[in-house]
T-cell receptor, first 112, second 114 residues
């Protein structure tokens, strides 16, 4: 069964304290892995798509990496405005083009 | 402004009273989806559509219906809502350009079924 597991469930950081969020997945055939940011009461905001092992993408203080079994979202020198829930999702080949499977998310809190 | 809109944003209803949540996108996207988000379970896909008149079931389609008569609209219909459909609902649309795909989500509809 296709599955996505994110860890930790919650993470508290001091401003400037770098860390990583993990997304491990099992999927019959990975078409793409997505990272989103979700603020309270809002819809998920797209961050990155990764398609193959070894691929990396960056945006400001965020960097996403992908292996054959997991993805990491590295946060460098975070600021309080980075506080949000970060969601990981995989898209599998077959069973419908647009099928996305989401993890439960990691709640990140960055304190000054 | 490129966006996905949903209405209503908040809805309280009673068991069995049919309701429709509308979703509209102004980006000319082919693909649209509906998700529900529940604590500890994450986002789960209800239905998706690859184009006008083309829809298919996601992971949790029971109790829901959709239609795609126009490219921009993708309403979610609950024919006979039940309390277990109390949830936060999101509509999303996307396009594919080569290998890249960007999904845009609406602001969400919070539904309470009494």
């Amino acid at each position: 069964e296709d599955q996505v597991t994110q860890s930790p469930e919650a993470l508290r950081l001091q401003e400037g304290e770098s860390s990583s969020l993990n997304c491990s997945y099992t999927v019959s055939g990975l078409r793409g892995l997505f990272w989103y940011r979700q603020d309270p009461g809002k819809g998920p905001e797209f961050l990155f798509t990764l398609y193959s092992a070894g691929e990396e993408k960056e945006k400001e203080r965020l960097k996403a990496t992908l292996t054959k079994k997991e993805s990491f979202l590295h946060i460098t020198a975070p600021k309080p405005e980075d506080s949000a829930t970060y969601l990981c999702a995989v898209q599998a080949w077959g069973g419908g083009y647009n099928k996305l499977i989401f993890g439960a998310g990691t709640r990140l809190a960055v304190h000054p | 402004e490129a966006q996905v809109t949903q209405n209503p944003r908040y809805l309280i209803t009673v068991t069995g009273k049919k309701l429709t949540v509308t979703c509209s996108q102004n980006m000319n996207h082919e693909y649209m989806s509906w998700y529900r988000q529940d604590p500890g379970l994450g986002l789960r896909q209800i239905y998706y559509s690859m184009n006008v008149e083309v829809t298919d079931k996601g992971d949790v389609p029971e109790g829901y219906k959709v239609s795609r008569k126009e490219k921009r609209n993708f309403p979610l219909i609950l024919e006979s809502p039940s309390p277990n459909q109390t949830s936060l609902y999101f509509c999303a649309s996307s396009f594919r350009y080569g290998r890249d795909e960007t999904q845009y989500f609406g602001p969400g509809t919070r539904l309470l079924v009494l």
